[in-house]
């Protein structure tokens, strides 16, 4: 039998990347620090458990969970609690246990605000105290050069990396808040043209979607989708026909036109074309949209070609 996961929440894989990378640097800034005071083989079997083993299986434990977001939740308890520990464990060595409490208070920050962040702090400090109880209280702030560059070097890049993460998902917020802006905006400019010819075309000028009121004027071959547009136009208005959709095109600005149709009783009709951009696909670059909205009204009595 085979079994369909859901895909984890967005967030839960922002943070494994994010815990992979961070713990591991953690691991090889602890390795030095138990070489530089002397090898502990329980220590050193607790650091590849903890900053190797764990990340996976908290990963694991959100990436299986109902609600995905909510466990990827108690990973970050479960990280403030081991991360507490630790810094016990390291007799509050000065600068390890600065960077371990900058990631709790990052982490928290950002992923739930203040109050998030004091509850994480609060529960760090109460590890702490409950393993220093444990242990026994010890405290020696002292680390020599080696980890010390470490630690420095692993805050600045893990509040690097955390900026990097939220820079990212605000780019990605914007682009579907400008997606979102576009569609309610041209559905209102589709909804206020309902009488009109309105047509959906593509960035090739290809007929996408072709309204009711072209029945009247053309045979239904020449309005369905993948005609191209240009050809309900006057031939001796196609080259200009063409120039209005390439400004379209690349200034992504409402445009007009004055161009003639030719319907199918033969007899042409000039009509006010206003352009506007209906949506832009990321995917395919600069200056290059996915659809384009035609409303095209009759302006004036038939003119015989």
Not at 224 to 234: I, K, Q, R, T
């Amino acid at each position: 039998m085979t079994v369909n996961f859901r895909p984890p929440h967005r967030f839960v894989r922002i943070s494994y990347n994010i815990r992979m990378a961070s713990f591991a640097y953690t691991f090889a800034t602890l390795m030095a620090l138990i070489f530089e005071s002397g090898f502990d083989l329980g220590e050193t079997i607790a650091a590849v458990l903890t900053f190797l083993l764990y990340p996976q299986v908290a990963y694991h434990h959100a990436r299986l969970a109902a609600d995905t977001k909510r466990a990827e939740f108690r990973n970050y308890a479960a990280d403030t609690v081991l991360l507490g520990a630790w810094a016990a464990q390291l007799q509050f060595a000065l600068w390890p246990t600065c960077a371990l409490l900058l990631a709790v208070s990052l982490n928290s920050t950002a992923a739930g605000g203040l109050k998030h962040t004091a509850r994480a702090l609060a529960g760090f400090v109460a590890a702490a105290l409950v393993w220093s109880a444990i242990r026994g209280f010890s405290f020696d702030p002292h680390t020599g050069p080696v980890v010390t560059g470490m630690c420095m070097l692993g805050i600045v890049g893990y509040a690097t990396l955390l900026g990097y993460a939220l820079a990212t998902q605000n780019r990605e917020l914007l682009r579907v808040r400008n997606a979102l802006r576009l569609s309610a905006e041209q559905f209102r400019f589709i909804a206020e043209n309902v009488g009109d010819l309105v047509t959906v075309l593509d960035g090739q000028g290809r007929i996408q979607y072709a309204s009711g009121s072209h029945r009247s004027w053309f045979n239904e071959a020449e309005t369905e989708p993948g005609a191209d547009w240009l050809m309900l136009v006057h031939p001796d208005d196609r080259e200009r026909a063409s120039r209005f959709i390439g400004v379209l095109r690349t200034t992504k600005s409402p445009a007009n036109a004055e161009l003639r149709l030719v319907p199918r009783n033969g007899v042409s009709r000039v009509i006010n074309c206003e352009g506007n951009l209906a949506a832009e696909d990321p995917r395919a670059g600069p200056g290059k949209t996915e659809m384009l909205v035609l409303v095209c009204r009759h302006t004036t009595s038939r003119v015989n070609v």
